[in-house]
Protein backbone atom coordinates (compact mmCIF):
# COMPACT_ATOMS: atom_id res chain seq x y z
CA UNK A 1 0.00 0.00 0.00
CA UNK A 2 1.16 3.51 -0.59
CA UNK A 3 -0.69 6.99 -1.16
CA UNK A 4 0.61 10.67 -0.33
CA UNK A 5 -2.37 12.61 1.29
CA UNK A 6 -3.30 16.30 2.75
CA UNK A 7 -2.29 16.32 6.39
CA UNK A 8 -5.64 18.44 7.56
CA UNK A 9 -8.33 16.19 6.25
CA UNK A 10 -6.01 13.14 7.51
CA UNK A 11 -5.81 14.62 11.18
CA UNK A 12 -9.61 15.28 11.31
CA UNK A 13 -10.75 11.76 9.67
CA UNK A 14 -8.28 10.19 12.24
CA UNK A 15 -9.38 12.03 15.07
CA UNK A 16 -12.91 11.31 14.35
CA UNK A 17 -12.87 7.90 14.30
CA UNK A 18 -10.35 7.84 17.30
CA UNK A 19 -13.38 8.96 19.36
CA UNK A 20 -14.85 4.84 18.90
CA UNK A 21 -11.81 3.63 20.48
CA UNK A 22 -11.39 2.48 23.56
CA UNK A 23 -8.18 1.45 25.65
CA UNK A 24 -10.20 -1.39 27.84
CA UNK A 25 -10.58 -3.37 25.08
CA UNK A 26 -10.13 -7.15 25.31
CA UNK A 27 -9.46 -7.52 21.40
CA UNK A 28 -5.41 -5.96 20.79
CA UNK A 29 -6.56 -5.30 16.88
CA UNK A 30 -9.05 -3.12 18.48
CA UNK A 31 -6.84 -0.53 19.54
CA UNK A 32 -5.96 -0.03 16.67
CA UNK A 33 -7.27 2.13 13.16
CA UNK A 34 -7.71 0.57 10.17
CA UNK A 35 -6.83 2.49 7.14
CA UNK A 36 -7.79 1.66 3.22
CA UNK A 37 -6.67 2.73 0.17
CA UNK A 38 -8.66 2.20 -2.69
CA UNK A 39 -8.70 3.80 -6.06
CA UNK A 40 -11.37 5.99 -4.69
CA UNK A 41 -9.61 7.28 -2.00
CA UNK A 42 -8.91 6.25 1.46
CA UNK A 43 -10.77 4.74 4.68
CA UNK A 44 -10.72 5.00 8.31
CA UNK A 45 -12.37 2.47 10.78
CA UNK A 46 -12.25 2.73 14.29
CA UNK A 47 -14.24 0.61 16.58
CA UNK A 48 -14.61 -0.74 20.29
CA UNK A 49 -17.75 -3.20 19.41
CA UNK A 50 -20.36 -0.55 20.89
CA UNK A 51 -19.38 2.38 18.47
CA UNK A 52 -17.94 1.85 15.20
CA UNK A 53 -17.06 5.22 13.32
CA UNK A 54 -15.96 5.03 9.90
CA UNK A 55 -14.56 8.38 7.68
CA UNK A 56 -13.94 8.49 4.32
CA UNK A 57 -11.70 10.71 2.73
CA UNK A 58 -12.26 10.82 -1.17
CA UNK A 59 -9.36 10.89 -3.91
CA UNK A 60 -10.83 14.82 -5.02
CA UNK A 61 -14.28 16.69 -4.75
CA UNK A 62 -14.72 19.80 -6.81
CA UNK A 63 -12.55 21.97 -5.75
CA UNK A 64 -9.65 19.97 -4.24
CA UNK A 65 -7.20 16.94 -4.70
CA UNK A 66 -7.06 14.92 -1.32
CA UNK A 67 -5.42 11.45 -1.68
CA UNK A 68 -2.80 10.20 -4.70
CA UNK A 69 -2.97 6.59 -4.58
CA UNK A 70 -0.05 4.57 -5.65
CA UNK A 71 -0.66 1.26 -4.71
CA UNK A 72 -3.82 -0.28 -2.87
CA UNK A 73 -3.98 -2.04 0.54
CA UNK A 74 -5.06 -1.70 4.21
CA UNK A 75 -3.11 -2.17 7.65
CA UNK A 76 -4.31 -1.44 11.17
CA UNK A 77 -2.19 0.90 13.01
CA UNK A 78 -2.00 1.49 16.68
CA UNK A 79 -4.42 4.80 17.42
CA UNK A 80 -2.93 6.17 20.20
CA UNK A 81 0.34 6.79 19.35
CA UNK A 82 -0.78 7.04 15.28
CA UNK A 83 -2.81 10.28 16.00
CA UNK A 84 -0.75 12.01 18.04
CA UNK A 85 1.95 11.45 15.41
CA UNK A 86 -0.34 12.40 12.35
CA UNK A 87 -1.16 15.77 14.49
CA UNK A 88 2.38 16.77 14.99
CA UNK A 89 4.01 16.49 11.33
CA UNK A 90 5.73 19.11 9.80
CA UNK A 91 4.41 19.56 6.14
CA UNK A 92 0.67 19.69 4.49
CA UNK A 93 1.51 16.22 2.89
CA UNK A 94 1.85 12.52 4.27
CA UNK A 95 3.06 9.63 2.65
CA UNK A 96 2.09 6.31 3.78
CA UNK A 97 3.84 3.04 2.57
CA UNK A 98 3.16 -0.88 4.05
CA UNK A 99 5.70 -3.53 2.97
CA UNK A 100 6.19 -6.96 4.02
CA UNK A 101 4.82 -7.88 7.36
CA UNK A 102 2.97 -5.39 8.12
CA UNK A 103 5.93 -2.58 8.77
CA UNK A 104 4.62 0.77 7.60
CA UNK A 105 6.81 3.90 6.96
CA UNK A 106 5.28 7.32 7.48
CA UNK A 107 7.12 10.75 6.17
CA UNK A 108 5.94 14.03 5.65
CA UNK A 109 8.85 16.48 4.85
CA UNK A 110 12.25 15.54 7.06
CA UNK A 111 10.52 13.61 9.52
CA UNK A 112 10.03 9.54 9.00
CA UNK A 113 8.21 7.35 11.32
CA UNK A 114 8.64 3.39 11.34
CA UNK A 115 5.17 1.78 12.87
CA UNK A 116 4.42 -1.67 13.25
CA UNK A 117 1.25 -2.56 11.98
CA UNK A 118 -1.36 -5.26 12.45
CA UNK A 119 -3.37 -7.67 10.26
CA UNK A 120 -5.79 -6.13 8.82
CA UNK A 121 -7.96 -9.18 7.91
CA UNK A 122 -8.06 -9.71 11.39
CA UNK A 123 -10.10 -6.39 12.06
CA UNK A 124 -14.13 -7.27 12.81
CA UNK A 125 -16.20 -6.42 9.98
CA UNK A 126 -18.52 -3.23 10.22
CA UNK A 127 -22.72 -4.78 10.55
CA UNK A 128 -24.18 -4.94 7.19
CA UNK A 129 -27.34 -2.79 7.72
CA UNK A 130 -30.28 -3.12 5.48
CA UNK A 131 -31.55 0.49 4.76
CA UNK A 132 -35.13 -0.51 4.11
CA UNK A 133 -36.29 2.33 6.72
CA UNK A 134 -34.65 5.21 6.92
CA UNK A 135 -35.57 8.78 8.32
CA UNK A 136 -33.63 12.01 8.20
CA UNK A 137 -32.76 15.05 10.39
CA UNK A 138 -30.82 18.03 9.68
CA UNK A 139 -27.05 18.28 11.68
CA UNK A 140 -28.15 21.10 13.70
CA UNK A 141 -31.72 19.74 14.99
CA UNK A 142 -29.80 16.54 16.05
CA UNK A 143 -26.96 17.94 17.39
CA UNK A 144 -29.74 20.22 19.54
CA UNK A 145 -31.68 16.79 20.47
CA UNK A 146 -28.71 15.56 22.05
CA UNK A 147 -27.66 18.59 23.50
CA UNK A 148 -31.08 18.88 25.45
CA UNK A 149 -31.62 15.07 26.53
CA UNK A 150 -28.24 13.34 26.77
CA UNK A 151 -27.61 15.07 30.45
CA UNK A 152 -30.46 13.76 32.18
CA UNK A 153 -29.32 9.84 31.64
CA UNK A 154 -28.33 8.03 34.51
CA UNK A 155 -24.02 7.32 34.87
CA UNK A 156 -25.12 4.16 37.27
CA UNK A 157 -25.32 1.13 35.57
CA UNK A 158 -27.05 -0.70 38.14
CA UNK A 159 -30.21 -0.38 35.41
CA UNK A 160 -28.32 -0.22 32.29
CA UNK A 161 -31.69 1.20 30.15
CA UNK A 162 -31.35 3.91 31.85
CA UNK A 163 -27.73 5.06 31.09
CA UNK A 164 -29.50 5.62 27.26
CA UNK A 165 -31.73 7.81 25.29
CA UNK A 166 -35.43 6.22 24.43
CA UNK A 167 -36.14 7.03 20.84
CA UNK A 168 -39.55 6.29 19.18
CA UNK A 169 -41.01 7.47 16.06
CA UNK A 170 -44.64 7.75 15.46
CA UNK A 171 -46.66 9.32 12.81
CA UNK A 172 -43.89 11.88 11.62
CA UNK A 173 -42.72 12.72 15.38
CA UNK A 174 -39.70 11.69 16.96
CA UNK A 175 -39.78 11.81 20.76
CA UNK A 176 -36.74 11.39 23.01
CA UNK A 177 -36.77 11.00 26.39
CA UNK A 178 -34.00 10.48 29.12
CA UNK A 179 -34.14 10.12 33.08
CA UNK A 180 -31.74 8.80 35.89
CA UNK A 181 -34.82 8.56 37.83
CA UNK A 182 -34.71 12.03 39.65
CA UNK A 183 -34.89 14.07 36.46
CA UNK A 184 -36.16 13.47 32.91
CA UNK A 185 -35.97 15.60 30.11
CA UNK A 186 -37.96 15.24 26.77
CA UNK A 187 -37.62 16.92 22.99
CA UNK A 188 -39.54 16.03 20.35
CA UNK A 189 -39.12 16.91 16.22
CA UNK A 190 -40.74 16.21 12.71
CA UNK A 191 -38.58 14.02 10.72
CA UNK A 192 -38.75 12.86 7.48
CA UNK A 193 -39.29 9.48 6.30
CA UNK A 194 -39.03 7.26 3.48
CA UNK A 195 -42.75 5.62 4.00
CA UNK A 196 -45.40 6.53 5.34
CA UNK A 197 -46.26 4.48 7.71
CA UNK A 198 -42.63 4.69 9.12
CA UNK A 199 -42.22 3.80 13.20
CA UNK A 200 -40.52 2.32 15.67
CA UNK A 201 -40.98 2.19 19.80
CA UNK A 202 -38.32 0.83 21.59
CA UNK A 203 -34.84 2.37 20.58
CA UNK A 204 -32.42 2.88 23.44
CA UNK A 205 -29.10 4.69 22.01
CA UNK A 206 -26.31 4.80 24.74
CA UNK A 207 -25.65 8.14 25.94
CA UNK A 208 -21.95 8.00 25.73
CA UNK A 209 -22.86 7.35 21.89
CA UNK A 210 -24.42 10.78 21.88
CA UNK A 211 -22.47 12.14 23.22
CA UNK A 212 -19.00 10.97 20.71
CA UNK A 213 -21.11 11.43 18.07
CA UNK A 214 -21.95 14.94 18.53
CA UNK A 215 -18.25 16.14 18.70
CA UNK A 216 -18.48 15.15 15.15
CA UNK A 217 -21.56 16.02 13.72
CA UNK A 218 -20.61 20.13 12.37
CA UNK A 219 -22.78 22.40 13.09
CA UNK A 220 -24.82 22.77 9.67
CA UNK A 221 -27.99 22.33 8.15
CA UNK A 222 -27.34 19.32 6.31
CA UNK A 223 -29.25 16.05 6.34
CA UNK A 224 -28.22 13.04 8.13
CA UNK A 225 -29.66 9.73 7.59
CA UNK A 226 -30.65 7.62 10.34
CA UNK A 227 -30.72 3.65 9.95
CA UNK A 228 -32.34 1.79 12.92
CA UNK A 229 -32.32 -2.41 13.42
CA UNK A 230 -33.10 -4.46 15.64
CA UNK A 231 -29.95 -4.08 17.78
CA UNK A 232 -28.27 -1.40 16.21
CA UNK A 233 -28.79 2.29 14.87
CA UNK A 234 -26.67 3.67 11.58
CA UNK A 235 -26.19 7.55 11.67
CA UNK A 236 -24.61 8.21 7.60
CA UNK A 237 -23.50 11.81 7.12
CA UNK A 238 -21.37 13.11 3.91
CA UNK A 239 -18.42 10.78 4.19
CA UNK A 240 -18.82 9.21 7.56
CA UNK A 241 -20.75 6.25 9.02
CA UNK A 242 -21.50 6.07 13.02
CA UNK A 243 -22.51 2.73 14.00
CA UNK A 244 -23.54 2.39 17.83
CA UNK A 245 -25.11 -0.90 19.32
CA UNK A 246 -28.76 -0.49 21.44
CA UNK A 247 -29.15 -1.22 25.06
CA UNK A 248 -31.33 -4.78 25.20
CA UNK A 249 -34.32 -4.04 27.82
CA UNK A 250 -37.89 -1.94 28.27
CA UNK A 251 -37.55 1.98 29.20
CA UNK A 252 -39.87 2.76 31.54
CA UNK A 253 -43.50 3.95 30.53
CA UNK A 254 -42.19 7.77 31.49
CA UNK A 255 -45.31 9.52 30.08
CA UNK A 256 -47.41 8.30 32.86
CA UNK A 257 -44.82 10.32 34.90
CA UNK A 258 -45.44 13.70 33.41
CA UNK A 259 -48.52 15.49 35.63
CA UNK A 260 -51.09 16.69 33.81
CA UNK A 261 -52.72 19.09 36.28
CA UNK A 262 -50.98 21.87 38.34
CA UNK A 263 -51.55 23.69 41.93
CA UNK A 264 -49.18 26.74 41.76
CA UNK A 265 -47.67 28.16 38.29
CA UNK A 266 -45.00 30.00 37.87
CA UNK A 267 -43.08 32.07 34.74
CA UNK A 268 -39.99 33.53 35.12
CA UNK A 269 -37.32 35.10 33.35
CA UNK A 270 -34.28 31.75 32.52
CA UNK A 271 -31.56 33.40 33.09
CA UNK A 272 -32.25 35.09 36.06
CA UNK A 273 -33.41 31.83 37.41
CA UNK A 274 -30.42 29.81 36.05
CA UNK A 275 -27.86 33.01 37.69
CA UNK A 276 -29.91 32.75 41.36
CA UNK A 277 -29.59 28.93 42.17
CA UNK A 278 -25.97 29.26 40.47
CA UNK A 279 -25.20 31.39 44.07
CA UNK A 280 -27.42 29.10 45.73
CA UNK A 281 -25.46 26.21 45.96
CA UNK A 282 -22.03 28.21 46.15
CA UNK A 283 -22.33 27.62 49.75
CA UNK A 284 -23.17 23.40 49.06
CA UNK A 285 -20.70 23.37 47.08
CA UNK A 286 -18.87 20.36 48.75
CA UNK A 287 -22.44 18.84 49.76
CA UNK A 288 -23.91 16.33 48.04
CA UNK A 289 -27.02 17.02 48.09
CA UNK A 290 -27.19 20.22 46.31
CA UNK A 291 -30.56 21.00 48.11
CA UNK A 292 -31.89 24.45 47.08
CA UNK A 293 -35.54 25.54 48.93
CA UNK A 294 -38.37 27.73 46.91
CA UNK A 295 -41.40 29.36 48.10
CA UNK A 296 -43.32 31.55 46.35
CA UNK A 297 -44.87 34.55 48.26
CA UNK A 298 -47.19 36.95 47.71
CA UNK A 299 -46.98 39.81 45.35
CA UNK A 300 -45.77 37.34 42.70
CA UNK A 301 -42.44 37.21 44.50
CA UNK A 302 -40.11 33.76 44.51
CA UNK A 303 -37.94 33.16 47.52
CA UNK A 304 -35.38 30.68 46.61
CA UNK A 305 -32.40 29.91 49.95
CA UNK A 306 -30.25 27.03 50.23
CA UNK A 307 -28.69 26.39 53.96
CA UNK A 308 -25.38 24.16 54.76
CA UNK A 309 -24.90 24.36 58.84
CA UNK A 310 -21.36 24.53 59.02
CA UNK A 311 -21.03 27.20 56.40
CA UNK A 312 -23.98 29.42 56.05
CA UNK A 313 -27.41 30.59 54.46
CA UNK A 314 -28.03 32.25 51.46
CA UNK A 315 -31.54 33.96 50.16
CA UNK A 316 -32.31 34.96 46.56
CA UNK A 317 -35.54 37.24 46.34
CA UNK A 318 -36.55 36.91 42.23
CA UNK A 319 -39.49 38.98 40.88
CA UNK A 320 -41.65 35.91 39.08
CA UNK A 321 -43.50 37.40 35.44
CA UNK A 322 -46.84 35.52 36.63
CA UNK A 323 -47.47 33.78 39.79
CA UNK A 324 -50.94 31.59 40.16
CA UNK A 325 -52.42 29.30 42.17
CA UNK A 326 -51.81 28.43 45.91
CA UNK A 327 -48.84 29.21 48.23
CA UNK A 328 -45.75 26.26 48.07
CA UNK A 329 -42.71 25.46 49.66
CA UNK A 330 -40.90 22.90 47.73
CA UNK A 331 -37.16 21.34 48.02
CA UNK A 332 -34.71 20.29 45.01
CA UNK A 333 -31.47 19.59 43.70
CA UNK A 334 -30.49 22.75 42.50
CA UNK A 335 -27.93 20.85 39.97
CA UNK A 336 -30.61 19.29 38.25
CA UNK A 337 -32.24 22.23 37.52
CA UNK A 338 -28.93 24.37 36.56
CA UNK A 339 -28.08 21.22 34.16
CA UNK A 340 -31.61 21.59 32.21
CA UNK A 341 -31.86 25.54 32.66
CA UNK A 342 -28.67 25.62 30.81
CA UNK A 343 -30.25 23.25 27.86
CA UNK A 344 -33.86 25.24 26.89
CA UNK A 345 -33.90 27.25 23.95
CA UNK A 346 -35.84 30.17 25.62
CA UNK A 347 -35.67 33.54 27.56
CA UNK A 348 -38.84 32.38 29.61
CA UNK A 349 -39.54 29.37 31.47
CA UNK A 350 -43.12 28.43 33.01
CA UNK A 351 -43.10 25.89 35.91
CA UNK A 352 -46.22 24.03 36.92
CA UNK A 353 -46.11 22.40 40.41
CA UNK A 354 -48.51 20.33 42.15
CA UNK A 355 -47.44 19.84 45.42
CA UNK A 356 -44.43 19.98 47.91
CA UNK A 357 -44.06 15.83 47.69
CA UNK A 358 -44.74 15.98 43.80
CA UNK A 359 -42.56 15.94 41.07
CA UNK A 360 -42.78 19.16 39.13
CA UNK A 361 -42.71 20.13 34.92
CA UNK A 362 -40.60 22.85 34.04
CA UNK A 363 -41.52 24.09 30.09
CA UNK A 364 -39.75 27.14 27.64
CA UNK A 365 -42.05 29.27 27.38
CA UNK A 366 -41.57 29.99 23.81
CA UNK A 367 -42.20 26.00 22.64
CA UNK A 368 -43.85 22.77 23.60
CA UNK A 369 -41.77 20.72 22.22
CA UNK A 370 -39.21 20.16 25.67
CA UNK A 371 -40.11 19.33 28.86
CA UNK A 372 -38.29 18.82 32.17
CA UNK A 373 -39.15 16.88 34.99
CA UNK A 374 -38.05 16.96 38.61
CA UNK A 375 -38.29 14.87 41.67
CA UNK A 376 -38.63 16.84 44.95
CA UNK A 377 -36.24 16.13 47.69
CA UNK A 378 -37.56 15.67 51.28
CA UNK A 379 -35.84 17.70 53.83
CA UNK A 380 -36.40 17.14 57.54
Same mark, same amino acid.
Given at each position: ????????? %???????????????? $????????????????? $??????????????????????????????????????? *?? /??????? /??????????? *???????????????????????????? /???????? @????????????? *???? $????????????????????????????????????????????????????????????? +????????????????? +?? *??????????????????????????? !????????????????????????????????????????????????????????????????????????????????????? !???? +?? %??????????? @?????????????????
Amino acid at each position: MKFTIQREQ %FVQSVQHVTKAISSRT $THPILTGIKIDATDEGV $TLTGSDSDISIECFIPKEDDENEYVEIEEEGSIVLQARV *FA /EIVKKLP /ENQIELTVQDQ *FAATLKSGASVFNLNGLDPEEYPRLPQI /EEDSVFKL @PKDLLKNIIRQTG *FAVS $TVETRPVLTGVHWQVENGELSCTSTDSHRLAMRKAKVDTNTDDFSFSNVIIPGRSLTELNK +ILDDTEDWIDIIVTENQ +IL *FKAENILFFSRLLDGNYPATQNMIPTT !SKTGVKLDTKQFLQAIERALLLSRDGKNNVVNLKTMENGHVEITSVTPEVGKVTEDLQSIELTGEELRISFNGKNLIDALKVVDS !SEIH +ID %FTGAMSPFVLK @PVDHDYTLHLFSPVRTY
